[in-house]
């Protein structure tokens, strides 16, 4: 038995972790554009990367450590991806770190990246974070704002589980992203930190079985970006370990932060959870699951409330699943608006579809009837804000 | 020895075919919403549809014809696609063409629809236009008229082609399409009509040949609505045939309308070639080009005019196909924005590129010298048009 919390802040809460995040002018805001995540004693790391081909230096100088390695000390910057810079870019993440502070002791440190493609980074300006850390403070919220780039709000989660008999650990994560996750190729990071005294071994199989169901289901394999990056690192300082609850709180931590993700979505107003069940295999309903998510006319219908659920149909039809119009059902969250070919949408039966429509959240659900597996992708509509945004997102 | 000569008119020209449109009320605005091709004597056919799961009624009707059936009747709709209504559906159009004149000797008559998904024909509004048509007239440009949705101009061609020795015959068409037809399931309709002596068993390879770097390029296999059609109707009232010229004239016709298409994109002010070369192979070259002509983010990078080619590199790094950051090179025309990891793009560069992209229609390249194989496909900027167009398009 075990009772997962939410609690207040990030990862302050997370026994042997400090973490902050200062401003070094890379933002032009003058808002925070450098984090760290330390600990005094060496962490697991376990970590899902991009599926680029062209991936970021500093993935590449996390992958050039070896299979066991422990870590002590993550950099993060925002502005600058660090990616399309060659052997260069690995190479200045190792001076970077040179002129970290001898007292740190920092062990195998490791650096993230999110911001524009293609641009060295500014390295004197980058090592001042080093003069300007607190080191021994716990700010997970100014690290939060730090590795914000598009979005609009902090992404920020702390629970404390309490295990029956055995005591409590917490987990918690600082994430950024902000909607539209693909197929805008916007660039995800999330840092998930615990004191639960997770196996070292467990690590990699427990987040990727969270990520399937949340990050996963917000981005379609391979079309992500150059950065992509999620991060767990644990500092076992609990003492405390049962798998049955942290699995769960990973869970929950991972669903919940790519539904904020979702719901930050570059100029989005909506987040709608699309189903497609019933389907002959999982990976058919996964496929025209995100299908749906990432469909523009989708999207644009969703932005201007409108319950054309023919896209809905035809974009089923277009993945490439099996499918039988005969004995499709699509539903608006309660309101059937397709079932088989039996009878044209009534208009009492639009008028509800779209009152489901004007609501900030809700589901579109398509029941294929011919098998048993289900998957839900989760997107947002696509409006005016989204062009905005995206048509000089460097400026 | 042959020439190849653009001449007025759309499909009027072209010996042994009729063509017409009408207003019956479909479209609120009054415009043609209905329209004829017709030819007193049968024609052989061939036609490409849509690889939609959910292939809409008119192409199912289509296919309980044999296979070797000719025709001398086409009727096409606008306002309402006639998909996902079943077999009910295919049923109408059969109620309808049973309204045909007697006098026109219908034989095998064929339907094509366009519109919103997911409603009956309304037979008797349609069957109206059997009574407005004027069957011996030659009005490409009224037919032409009634099968546009959301195309901001009409689309025909007629091409003359003299044949050293042997003669001239012609080829024409008529076409709707407004860009974004990928991932935005847009209809594309097409109908190619030529007096060229063509033997029936060489109508599909040519047709296909021809599509392959036209109405292919601008639309991935397997996203495409449940409507989409290509047809080529032969009157073979020329008696002339030449393969090689023939094979010509087709490919400039379908690039022409594939480019028409594009331009025509939603909402939309700029066409954008994608050009991947070098691939390992052309599937790769492919996929990447397409990858390119479909990404949200180039979209409106596009539409912003901001030569971010960090959008470029890392959808072609998403799409799943090999390549190497080291040897690519990118140019938007002749500006080589990034080559290799050798330099970053300096402010003159960056100046030149922002210069490309002011222009109405450029080329984007990316050379990934690993192989010799290249593919082209084209594309269209994303910007608050395509909103306005597709938040509501039912209206």
Known sequence: MFD??????????????????????????????????????????????????????????????GETFATNFILINSKNANAMTGKEGIDDIDTLFASLPQSLKALNPIMSSTGVIGYRLNIPKIAKAFELFSFNTKNSNAAAEAIMTTDRFKKEICLKVDVEGKGSFHIAAICKGAGMINPSLATMLCFITTDANVPKELMNDLLNEAAKDSFNAISVDGDTSTNDTVMLISSAKSGVWDKEAFSEALKFITKHLALEIVKDGEGSKKVVAFEVKNALSLDEAEKAAKALSNSLLVKTAIFGEDPNWGRIASTVGASGITCDEEKLIIKYDDVVVYIGTKKEMSKETEAAAAKVMKKDSFKISCDLALGDKSFTAYGCDLGHEYVNINADYRS
Not at 14 to 31: A, D
Request: aromatic letters at 12%.
């Open 4 to 65: 997962i919390l939410p609690i207040k802040g990030g990862i302050d809460n997370v026994k042997g972790f400090f973490s902050g995040g200062v401003s070094v002018g890379l933002k032009p805001s003058g808002k925070n554009d450098v984090a760290f995540i330390r600990s005094d004693e060496p962490c697991d790391v376990s970590a899902i990367f991009t599926q680029n081909k062209f991936q970021a230096a500093p993935i590449r100088h996390f992958k050039r450590y």
